[in-house]
């Protein structure tokens, strides 16, 4: 005997059954939208990157989406919030050692550790994405970690009998140096980190050694 589709008896008990789809939590849905806005804000930054596209990756609707986080702003705040938080996070856990320059190769290795193994979530910090407060920028980050440093440097300076008033000049000077060969390290990938390190350290390191305690121009502009 066949059913109305042709099939047998036989047939019928022996059909692979259909598995059912498995639906996700809450949790797990706002976890997958983040991740996918992560990759997506990423590869093409915010303006590029569209609500649709992030619920289509998803295979949800676009009110899913806006449920979760309002709009593609509130998206894009929580990723770059969570990359914020993993970065500082990751260099302070960096700094234990004693002496400043150790602590200032932590801090290189933290950073250069982080562009390669969370290139996604350096991408979207270094894009500087114009819709957040300056508190959500890369900018912002490379402030925090410089504030960081500037400790290190005020000690380094009272022991040296330098004004350590200019901790905080030079600290963002370093961390700035840091961030920029870190972007440029993040495309060319050679030489190996710890090499990248060492020569950011030796230069920084070494010219901070034998600071002058007033420096002045060699070469001023005439009028």
Not at 17 to 25: F, G, K
Not at 119 to 134: D, I, K, M, Q, T
Request: no cysteine; net charge positive; hydrophobic share 45%.
């Amino acid at each position: 005997m066949t059913d109305p589709d042709g099939a047998t008896g036989r047939q019928r008990r022996t059909r692979p059954a259909t598995t059912p789809r498995v639906r996700m939590s809450a949790a797990q849905r706002r976890e997958q939208l983040i991740a996918i806005g992560r990759q997506l804000f990423a590869e093409r930054g915010f303006d590029a990157t569209s609500v649709e596209e992030v619920a289509a990756r998803a295979k949800v609707s676009k009110p899913v989406v806006y449920e979760h986080f309002g709009g593609k702003e509130g998206l894009y705040a929580v990723v770059v919030d969570r990359e914020v938080r993993a970065l500082l996070d990751r260099i302070a856990a960096a700094l234990t050692a004693g002496h400043p320059r150790e602590l200032l190769e932590q801090a290189a290795l933290a950073l250069l550790g982080y562009i390669e193994e969370e290139p996604h979530g350096f991408r979207v910090l270094a894009r500087e994405s114009p819709v957040l407060s300056p508190a959500g920028t890369f900018s912002s980050v490379m402030n925090d970690v410089a504030h960081q440093v500037e400790h290190i440097l005020g000690a380094e300076f009272k022991a040296r009998g330098l004004d350590p008033k200019l901790a905080e000049l030079y600290s963002q000077a370093l961390v700035g140096m840091v961030a920029l060969v870190g972007q440029w390290w993040r495309e060319a990938r050679k030489p190996k980190k710890e090499t990248v390190a060492a020569h950011l350290v030796n230069l920084a390191w070494n010219g901070l050694s034998h600071l002058e305690a007033k420096p002045t121009l060699l070469t001023r502009k005439t009028r």
